[in-house]
Every structure is written in C-alpha cells, then in structure tokens.
C-alpha cells in the first residue's frame, strides 16, 4: 500500500473518530448537521479546547495536506489541492488570531460555516475575512477546474 493511501486512511480514521469523541462529549447528534458545524467551530478555535479536537485539528491541518505531498512526491499529481490547504491554514490562523471577536457571537450565528460565511467584524478582521472568503472560493472553483 501507497504511504499516501495509508496517511489519507489515518488521517480519516482520526478526524472521524475524534468528532465521534466530541459529538458524544458535548451531547451533539451525530446524525445532523449541527453537530459537525459545532466540530468545525471547535477545529477553528471558536470553541472550548479539548483533546479530540487537538487530534481532528492534526488530521485536517497536517494529515490530509501531508497525503497529498506524498502522492505529489511519488507520483507527481494532487498540486492542484495546494491552494485549497494553504487557504485552509490560513483561516485557521485567522479563527485562531480573532477567536475573541467570534466567540462572542458564535451562540447566535450558529457556529463555524455561518460565521466563515456571513460573519460581520469590522477593521482589519474584517477586511482580511473578506480576502479569506474570495481566495476560498477561489481554490474551490481552481480545484473543480483542473481536476
């Protein structure tokens, strides 16, 4: 088996059985999709830190990126994701940076999606959503292009 194959099935394994931790922790169905929103506020530090979302945040911030540098290495093809995980990094380190502003309103805008989507910050939090935002769906639409 490639070494892409298994780190992609590891990678997979942890994301998923650390979201089963964290749905059964916190009392959020598994069945629904408000319980992998709130997953996803909690990767994106828009929640309380615990340790199953310190595994989801290595499996989606380091495991899937580094499957898809080895299936580069070894054969040459999956680039085409490296704008797509470099915009995920960087909004990260954006929800990590401006965690505070969020967290705030996070109750009422309903977690991590709506608040990518149409969170409301001003200065340069805001500006630098807005860039986050056009190079995401940027990727996107670069990933279904040349895929």
Known sequence: MNPDIITIILSMAIFLMSFYHYARSTNLPLASPIGMNEYFSGIFFLRKRTLSLLFGRIALFLGFPL???LKFIRDGEGAVYFPLIVITWGIALYFYIYADRF????????????ILLKGKTYGMASTSLWLLRILYIASIIYVLWYR
């Open 67 to 69: 499957s898809y540098i």
């Open 103 to 114: 967290n705030r309103v996070a109750e009422e805008q309903k977690g991590f999606f709506s």
